[in-house]
């Protein structure tokens, strides 16, 4: 067993992701049926997140589905991975995870992000532009003020239930966002694997420039990526495949579509461009059998001294999803919950 494993949390972030032939309700159940699942193996968290107007992505409201996953759920932490600040007031925010920490106390995490709607119309409809990141750094001191009733810019006005509540604020950055998490003294949630020499310069720069605060007294490092393992390379290969298929083609038709089959995705016949970013989208990920995995993910937490490793793996076989899970919680020692899951209709 490898000791830089075993010091390791391992999480859960899941997208709810659409399949061919099932429609968005059902992503969502899906979503709360792995929280359980997850739970029963012995992650330390289960994430959603925050899309909108996205054909292969249910998830829309993050808060919301973290509610439906906490109440169904009894022991693991739930949060957002994350909830896309600049989209929303910080107020509404910081209300949203009163409200979730209130019904499910010592249980929330409050992952925040910095992306904005990625077309001019979804931005519009969500009342932002371009700019409405810029000042990032503003919005998340208004919202951690709202937490720990700091903030002054709204005299009298309060965020309740949330005020005084201890909700652990993480922020999911590379590059700037880096130095953001660190001037604000927060947990960093950096990916992907694929890019490790710019995750490692994230982390180095995060590492190198914290400034220890109320919610952290020392950095702490979520590395987040795709793991995927199975009983030989080649079926492990065939969990990334659908992914990889849907962001090609998603570069080259504009449209995010949902996952198919891997079966099907192999018979296509792709153009030159499709197949390049297909092929790029299936390199650089942790997969293969057990043996394998551990060997990779040694590598990747001892270069980047990892406190965490946050699975973002998405496929259409839900089966061979859950499968991998269950593999790589064998790997990593996790203690399984034995509680009986709640049941979902």
């Known amino acids: 067993m490898s000791s830089v494993i075993a010091s390791t949390r391992f999480s859960v972030l899941d997208r709810s992701r659409i399949r061919t032939g099932h429609d968005g309700p059902q992503a969502l ?8 699942e997850a739970e029963e193996l012995g992650y330390h968290r289960f ?4 899309h909108h107007s996205v054909p292969g992505v249910a998830g829309s409201a993050p808060t919301v589905l973290a509610a439906a996953v906490a109440a169904a759920t009894d022991t693991i932490r739930v949060g957002t991975g994350g909830v896309m600040l600049p989209n929303h007031q910080p107020l509404l925010v910081a209300e949203q995870f009163g409200v979730l920490e209130s019904l499910f106390p010592g249980r929330i995490d409050m992952g925040l992000g910095r992306s904005v709607g990625f077309t001019d119309g979804i931005r519009k409809a969500l009342g932002r532009d371009r700019t409405a990141a810029e000042d990032f750094a503003g ?3 208004e919202l951690l003020g709202w937490l720990d009733g700091t903030q002054r810019s709204h005299p009298q006005v309060h965020a309740l239930p949330a005020e005084g509540l201890r909700i652990p604020p993480f922020l999911l950055a590379t590059g700037e966002g880096a130095g953001i998490a660190a001037a604000a003294g927060l947990p960093l949630v950096v990916g992907d694997l694929r890019g490790r020499e710019k995750l490692l310069s994230a982390v180095d720069r995060y590492r190198g420039e914290f400034r220890p605060s109320t919610w952290a007294a020392e950095p702490y490092v979520v590395v987040a990526g795709t793991i995927a393992v199975a009983g030989n390379r080649e079926e492990a290969r065939r969990i990334l495949i659908p992914e990889a298929w849907s962001m090609a083609h998603s570069r080259t038709h504009g449209v995010f579509p949902p996952l198919a089959p891997a079966d099907r ?25 057990e043996d394998e995995v551990v060997t990779e993910l040694e590598s990747v937490i001892e270069e980047t001294g990892a406190d965490e490793v946050l699975v973002t793996t998405s496929t259409y076989d839900r089966v061979a999803l859950l499968d991998s899970l269950r593999r790589l919680a064998r790997i990593a020692r996790l203690t ?3 509680a009986e899951p709640a049941v979902i209709r």
């Open 29 to 36: 159940r899906d979503s709360v049926r792995l929280a359980q």
């Open 47 to 50: 994430w959603v997140s925050e």
């Open 139 to 141: 919005q998340l001191t």
């Open 265 to 289: 995705i192999e018979a296509r016949t792709m153009t030159v461009k499709e197949r390049g970013l297909y092929e790029k989208g299936m390199r650089g990920h942790l997969y293969g059998t």
């Open 336 to 338: 399984p919950h034995r």
